[in-house]
C-alpha cells in the first residue's frame, strides 16, 4: 500500500510518501481501506518527538479515519466487506473495570490509533473491531473523518465533566481549531452562552456562524479585559481551555465564582502556573479532561444523524501532500479540521 511515514522526528519534511507493508490483522481486527482521513495536533506531536514517550518508526500518523471495510473475519456478523465505517480512534484494553465502566479513555492500557498503532495517513488501516462504527449516509467521507476526536473530546469536557448548564457562559480559547469549533456547537447544544476567541476577523465571524454569542480577537484584544466587560465583571462559568501556558493565568482569573476550567491539551506548553488564591476564594473547578468513553462517541454520532451538530472541514488535501497539510495547521492557518484522502 502507499502510505506517509516519517522515519525520524523533525519537521514536515520527514514525512515521506512511499510503499509500506500492508497491515495484518489479528483475530480481533479488520482492515479498513481509508478513504479520508484528518489531522490533529497529536499528529504533529508525534512527528516531533515527545519527552520520555517512545513513537514507534518509522510511524503512521492519523487518528480520525472514515473508510470502507476492506476485510473481516468470516464469524463477524455485525460487519461485512463493503460497510461504510467510523473508527474510534481511542483503545482500551476492553477487559478491564474502567472499559467495562464505559470509561475505556482511564484504562491503563489506553491508547490512539495513528500515536501508538500506525493510522490513518495510508492507504489501508487495521483496526479493532469493536472500535468500528457505521457512517451516517447522508455524511462524506471527508465529513465523517473530521469529527470523532474532537467532538467526542469537546463532548466530554463540556457535557461529562463540566456538566454545562442552560444560561451559563462558556469561554471557548482557540475557535479556529478542532477542538474550539466542536465546543461552541456542543456548548450551545446544552444552551450556553458562548465568548470565543480566535486570531482574525475572518475566524471570528466563523465561529459566529458556528453559534457564539461574543467574539474576542485575541491577538487584538486583552481576553481577560473583555471577558469582564462581556460579564459585566461576573466571569464565565466554564473555560475550554486547550492552549496551555500562553493562556492558563488569563483562563483561571476569567473564571466567575463556582467556576469551572475543563483542559484537554497544552499547544503552547505544558508548565504553568497558578494563583491557588483565586482557585480557593472562588471555590474553583479544574478538571483534566482526555478524549472520551465509547459510549461517548455512540452520543455523538447519534447528534450529527439528527443534525444537531455539524461538521467543519477547513480543506482537503490528496494523501502524497500531507506535509503541506500539517504545514497549514502548524501555522494555524485554518478553521476547523483539514483532511486528507487517500
Known amino acids: 500500500m502507499k502510505a506517509v511515514r516519517f522515519h525520524r522526528h523533525g519537521g514536515p519534511?520527514?514525512?515521506?510518501?512511499?510503499?509500506?507493508?500492508?497491515?495484518?490483522?489479528?483475530?480481533?481486527?479488520?482492515?479498513?481501506?481509508?478513504?479520508?482521513?484528518?489531522?490533529?495536533?497529536?499528529?504533529?506531536?508525534?512527528?516531533?518527538?515527545?519527552?520520555?514517550?517512545?513513537?514507534?518508526?518509522?510511524?503512521?500518523?492519523?487518528?480520525?479515519?472514515?473508510?470502507?471495510?476492506?476485510?473481516?473475519?468470516?464469524?463477524?456478523?455485525?460487519?461485512?466487506?463493503?460497510?461504510?465505517?467510523?473508527?474510534?480512534?481511542?483503545?482500551?484494553?476492553?477487559?478491564?473495570?474502567?472499559?467495562?465502566?464505559?470509561?475505556?479513555?482511564?484504562?491503563?492500557?489506553?491508547?490512539?490509533?495513528?500515536?501508538?498503532?500506525?493510522?490513518?495517513?495510508?492507504?489501508?488501516?487495521?483496526?479493532?473491531r469493536d472500535h468500528l462504527i457505521r457512517k451516517p449516509d447522508k455524511m462524506s467521507f471527508e465529513e465523517a473523518a473530521s469529527f470523532p476526536l474532537v467532538f467526542e473530546t469537546a463532548y466530554h469536557m463540556l457535557a461529562t465533566k463540566a456538566s454545562v448548564a442552560p444560561g451559563e457562559t462558556v469561554l471557548v480559547l482557540g475557535a479556529n481549531s478542532g477542538v474550539g469549533s466542536a465546543a461552541i456547537q456542543v456548548a450551545k447544544l446544552y444552551g450556553a452562552r458562548v465568548i470565543a476567541t480566535a486570531g482574525d476577523q475572518d475566524k471570528l465571524s466563523r465561529a459566529r456562524a458556528l453559534g457564539a454569542d461574543d467574539v474576542i480577537d485575541h491577538y487584538k484584544q486583552d481576553v481577560l479585559a473583555e471577558v469582564r466587560r462581556l460579564t459585566e465583571k461576573r466571569g464565565v462559568d466554564v473555560v475550554v481551555e486547550h492552549v496551555g501556558k500562553a493562556t492558563w493565568a488569563g483562563s483561571v482569573k476569567a473564571l466567575a465564582k463556582g467556576g469551572r476550567l475543563v483542559t484537554c491539551g497544552a499547544t503552547t506548553g505544558a508548565e504553568v502556573a497558578t494563583d491557588l488564591r483565586y482557585v480557593y476564594n472562588r471555590e474553583l473547578t479544574v478538571y483534566g479532561s482526555f478524549m472520551a468513553g465509547m459510549g461517548e462517541l455512540l452520543e455523538v454520532v447519534k447528534l450529527f444523524k439528527d443534525g444537531r451538530l455539524k461538521t467543519v472541514v477547513d480543506s482537503v488535501y490528496p494523501l502524497e501532500r500531507a506535509a503541506e497539510a500539517q504545514s497549514k495547521m502548524e501555522g494555524s492557518r485554518h478553521f476547523g479540521k483539514i483532511v486528507l484522502t487517500a
Do not use: F, M
Open 13 to 128: 519534511e520527514v514525512l515521506q510518501y512511499e510503499e509500506a507493508p500492508d497491515p495484518v490483522p489479528n483475530a480481533d481486527e479488520a482492515v479498513v481501506r481509508v478513504k479520508a482521513c484528518a489531522l490533529n495536533h497529536l499528529d504533529l506531536w508525534a512527528r516531533n518527538g515527545l519527552p520520555n514517550v517512545e513513537i514507534p518508526l518509522p510511524h503512521v500518523s492519523g487518528s480520525d479515519i472514515a473508510g470502507i471495510v476492506e476485510w473481516v473475519p468470516q464469524e463477524e456478523r455485525a460487519l461485512a466487506k463493503g460497510d461504510e465505517v467510523i473508527v474510534n480512534p481511542g483503545i482500551g484494553c476492553g477487559r478491564c473495570a474502567k472499559c467495562l465502566a464505559g470509561k475505556d479513555n482511564q484504562c491503563r492500557d489506553y491508547t490512539i490509533i495513528g500515536y501508538g498503532p500506525d493510522g490513518g495517513y495510508a492507504e489501508l488501516v487495521k483496526v479493532r
